[in-house]
C-alpha cells in the first residue's frame, strides 16, 4: 500500500501530465513602456510603498496608473494565506506594520494625479485586529486629505468579525469590496484553508448590515474547471447579500509555480464573459465587467463607479436644507 508521500508524487506527475490549452489571441498583454509608469514605480519604490498591480502582476498596470487609478496594498508585501491562485508572498510578518503608511500613501496619492484610488492589502491573521484599524486609518487620512477622492477598498475577509468590518465601514469608503473568488466547489482547491466561500459572503453581507447604502462588491476567475451552475449559484448568493457589483476574468497562472499547483484549466472565450455579464444585468447586479483580462480592480468598472457616486454627492448637494425652528 503506497504512503501519503508516494501518493502525492504521484498525483503531481499525473497534473504535469495534463495538456496545457494554448494561449489564445484574444489575451495578449503588453509590457508598460510609459515615462509615467516607470517614474511612478520610482516614486513608489522610494517611499516603500506595495501596489497590488505590481504584487500581483496586474495586465492593466499601465492603463490604470495613467488613467487616474491605482490600488495601493497595504501592511506589506508578505501574506500570512497561501490561496493558490497569489502571487503575492506567504509568510510571517510577525506583528510588523508601518505606522507611517497611511500618511506615505497619502502623499504619493498627492503625486500621482488620481481621482479614484483602491486600498487592498495582504492577510494579517498575526495582528490581535487583523490590520481593520490600520486599514481604516488610511481611508480616514486620503478623505482628509481630498473629501472629494473616491476609495474603494478591496479587503481581506477579517474572519466576518462584525467589529472589525465596522470599522472599515466608520471610516467611509465610497465601495467596500471583498473577493469570494471562485465557486463554493472549488474554494478549498484555489483558496487558503482559512478563506471559506461563506466567511466571504458573511463579510459581504456584514458591510451591508452596518451601512445599507454602502456599495459592495467582489470578483470571480474563470479558468479554473468551473461549472456553469457554480456560478449561477454564486451568483444568486451574492444578490442574496446584496452584493452590488461583480467582475468576471480569467485567471492567469503568474508564475511556473502557480502553473505547476493550480494549472489553467481554460481559457474561457469573450463570448462567455459576455453571457455573464448578460446574467448579471439580469439578476439586477448594478454594475458588472467581464472579460479575460479584467481585474477586481478595473478601470472600466471604476470609472462606472465614478459616475454614479459623483451624480450621488450632487444628488445630496441640491436637497434643500430647511432651517429648524426653536421654540
Not at 473616491?150 to 472589525?164: G, K, M, Q, S, Y
Not at 492567469?252 to 455573464?276: G, S
Request: charged fraction near 30%; charge should be neutral; glycine fraction near 4%.
Amino acid at each position: 500500500m503506497k504512503n501519503e508521500a508516494e501518493a502525492q508524487d504521484e498525483s503531481q506527475k499525473n497534473v504535469s501530465k495534463v495538456t496545457r490549452p494554448k494561449r489564445p489571441d484574444w489575451l495578449k498583454v503588453r509590457a508598460p513602456t510609459s515615462k509615467s509608469y516607470h517614474s511612478i514605480k520610482e516614486m513608489l519604490g522610494g517611499l516603500n510603498l506595495a501596489t497590488v498591480c505590481q504584487e500581483a502582476i496586474c495586465p492593466n498596470i499601465e492603463e490604470c496608473w495613467s488613467g487616474g487609478t491605482a490600488t495601493f496594498m497595504l501592511m506589506g508585501d508578505t501574506c500570512t494565506r497561501a490561496c493558490r491562485f497569489c502571487a503575492v508572498k506567504t509568510g510571517n510578518p510577525k506583528g510588523v506594520l508601518d505606522l507611517e503608511e497611511p500618511t506615505k500613501v497619502g502623499y504619493a496619492i498627492s503625486q500621482m494625479n488620481l481621482d479614484y484610488v483602491v486600498l487592498t492589502s495582504v492577510d494579517r491573521d498575526d495582528l490581535p485586529d487583523l490590520g481593520a484599524e490600520h486599514f481604516a486609518k488610511t481611508i480616514e487620512v486620503i478623505k482628509k486629505n481630498n473629501p472629494k477622492m473616491i476609495v474603494e477598498v478591496l479587503t481581506p475577509d477579517f474572519n466576518a468579525i462584525p467589529e472589525l468590518v465596522e470599522r472599515i465601514i466608520e471610516a467611509k469608503p465610497d465601495v467596500f469590496a471583498h473577493n469570494i473568488e471562485t465557486t463554493e466547489a472549488l474554494t478549498p482547491r484555489v483558496r487558503d484553508r482559512r478563506s471559506q466561500y461563506r466567511k466571504s459572503l458573511k463579510t459581504l453581507e456584514l458591510a451591508k448590515k452596518v451601512n445599507p447604502k454602502q456599495y459592495t462588491k467582489t470578483s470571480i476567475m474563470l479558468g479554473l474547471e468551473e461549472r456553469d451552475e457554480d456560478i449561477l449559484q454564486a451568483m444568486k448568493d451574492l444578490r442574496d447579500v446584496d452584493c452590488n457589483v461583480i467582475t468576471f476574468g480569467q485567471y492567469l497562472a503568474p508564475t511556473n509555480r502557480h502553473k505547476k499547483y493550480l494549472p489553467i484549466v481554460e481559457y474561457v472565450h469573450p463570448d462567455k464573459f459576455n453571457h455573464w455579464k448578460k446574467v448579471a444585468d439580469e439578476m439586477g447586479f448594478l454594475y458588472c465587467a467581464s472579460g479575460p483580462l479584467v481585474r477586481s480592480s478595473y478601470r472600466a468598472g471604476e470609472f462606472f463607479m465614478k459616475g454614479v457616486i459623483e451624480k450621488e454627492r450632487e444628488a445630496t448637494l441640491r436637497r434643500p436644507h430647511y432651517p429648524t425652528l426653536e421654540s
